[in-house]
């Protein structure tokens, strides 16, 4: 597609400082812009790049602008950033969705579904599964038994989402994450480990996306719920009776044991590890690596194994990198102390 400056300014309420007539047939990343493409600046440490870049068309925020010419054409807007979202999310509408099914997918015949959905090839739909309008189902995925899917979801290629799984409006679930799996559960007797029945589903809300590679186990009885709105990484284990709330967003490799609830608006860093049974409050930030084994108040930010305030794991840490030094210090001033008692 071909876009001109001022086509791409009324998308996003900007003004131009240069040719309107600019023509953008592609996008770029600031660092390695060419003619023809578009871009944008939204921190004041690329602010170099405006003089630099050889795109044709930048998107800057007015803070940042202090010159009346640029070499490229400049769209000033409010916020960058979130602008050159809108952008890429009209983009990404324009490009269409699918309709219909493909060869070679199976559909029960008891499944119900909605209009303008597509299914894509070798994808099995299960019995008395629900499907809701204009939802994207690609290539080999699974839908299990009474599985309920709302509308404008996108399921893609080899996503497994096992039987009675419920998943909200508007959800993105990525290529081969699991919903619904068995959670782990086992209870141990003279004769070994005996498995204990997993009956439980998995609900997710509207508007969340699940990465690739992620594994979200039903719950043994009831549910394990993923809360609207919130953001899931890829290579991400969520354990069975996991309660997430609203709006949060959850790293690569983070794991989350079982029974343990967590709030709304809640950063949680890459690798982070949760046992189970706790309570994670409200606007909480949990540092990588961080390991979570005791229930955490609202807005406190923790790093460290086990985790403690941020604040303190910073100072701690400081007398540890010295910690040499100090067991030096201490065995001269121990040394010097025997010296005068034995004059």
């Given at each position: 597609?071909?876009?001109t400056?001022?086509?791409?300014?009324s998308?996003?309420?900007?003004?131009?400082?240069?040719?309107?007539?600019?023509?953008?047939?592609?996008?770029?990343?600031i660092e390695s812009?060419e003619?023809?493409h578009l871009?944008?600046?939204?921190?004041?440490r690329?602010i170099?790049?405006?003089?630099?870049s050889q795109?044709?068309?930048?998107?800057?925020s007015?803070?940042?602008?202090t010159?009346?010419?640029?070499?490229?054409?400049?769209?000033?807007v409010?916020?960058?950033?979130?602008?050159?979202?809108i952008l890429?999310n009209l983009y990404?509408?324009?490009?269409?969705?699918?309709?219909?099914?493909e060869?070679?997918?199976?559909?029960?015949?008891?499944?119900?579904i909605?209009?303008?959905?597509?299914?894509?090839a070798?994808?099995?739909?299960s019995?008395?599964?629900?499907i809701?309008e204009?939802?994207?189902i690609?290539?080999?995925v699974?839908?299990?038994k009474g599985v309920?899917?709302?509308?404008?979801?996108?399921?893609?290629?080899?996503?497994?989402?096992?039987?009675?799984?419920i998943?909200?409006?508007?959800?993105?679930?990525?290529s081969n994450?699991?919903?619904?799996?068995?959670?782990f559960?086992f209870?141990?007797?003279?004769?070994?480990?005996?498995k204990?029945?997993q009956?439980?589903?998995?609900?997710?809300?509207d508007?969340?996306?699940?990465?690739?590679n992620?594994?979200?186990d039903?719950a043994?009885?009831?549910?394990?719920?993923?809360?609207?709105?919130?953001?899931?990484?890829?290579l991400?284990?969520?354990?069975h009776?996991?309660?997430?709330?609203?709006?949060?967003?959850?790293?690569?490799?983070?794991?989350?044991a079982?029974?343990?609830?967590?709030?709304?608006?809640?950063?949680?860093?890459g690798?982070v590890?949760?046992?189970?049974h706790?309570?994670?409050?409200?606007?909480?930030?949990?540092?990588?690596q961080?390991?979570?084994?005791?229930?955490?108040?609202?807005?406190e930010?923790?790093?460290?194994?086990p985790a403690?305030?941020y604040n303190?794991y910073?100072?701690?840490?400081?007398?540890?990198?010295?910690f040499t030094?100090?067991?030096?210090?201490?065995?001269?001033?121990?040394?010097?102390?025997k010296?005068?008692?034995?004059?």
């Open positions: 597609m071909e876009f400056a001022s086509q791409i300014a998308f996003i309420n900007g003004k131009i400082i240069g040719d309107e007539n600019a023509l953008i047939t592609g996008v770029s990343p812009g003619a023809g871009s944008f600046i939204a921190q004041d690329f170099h790049y405006l003089d630099a795109c044709s068309v930048i998107i800057v007015e803070d940042l602008l010159k009346d010419h640029y070499n490229s054409t400049i769209i000033a409010k916020d960058a950033y979130l602008s050159f979202q890429m990404q509408e324009m490009q269409g969705r699918k309709e219909g099914v060869d070679g997918s199976s559909i029960h015949e008891t499944a119900v909605g209009d303008k959905v597509y299914i894509g070798f994808t099995y739909v019995e008395k599964a629900k809701g204009g939802s994207q690609y290539p080999q699974y839908i299990g309920k899917i709302g509308k404008n979801c996108k399921i893609d290629s080899g996503a497994r989402i096992y039987d009675y799984c998943i909200g409006d508007n959800c993105i679930i990525h994450t699991v919903i619904g799996g068995d959670g559960g209870q141990p007797t003279p004769e070994g480990f005996k204990i029945p009956l439980g589903n998995v609900i997710i809300e508007h969340v996306e699940i990465g690739s992620c594994s979200i039903r043994t009885i009831g549910s394990t719920v993923i809360g609207e709105g919130t953001k899931i990484d890829n991400i284990q969520i354990a009776n996991v309660k997430i709330g609203k709006n949060n967003v959850i790293a690569a490799q983070a794991g989350i079982g029974s343990t609830t967590i709030g709304d608006w809640n950063q949680i860093g690798q590890g949760v046992v189970g706790i309570k994670i409050g409200n606007q909480v930030k949990i540092q990588a961080s390991g979570v084994n005791s229930s955490v108040n609202d807005k930010t923790l790093y460290g194994s403690i305030s303190d910073l100072r701690n840490y400081v007398h540890f990198r010295n030094e100090i067991v030096n210090r201490i065995n001269n001033l121990e040394n010097n102390s010296d005068k008692t034995n004059e």
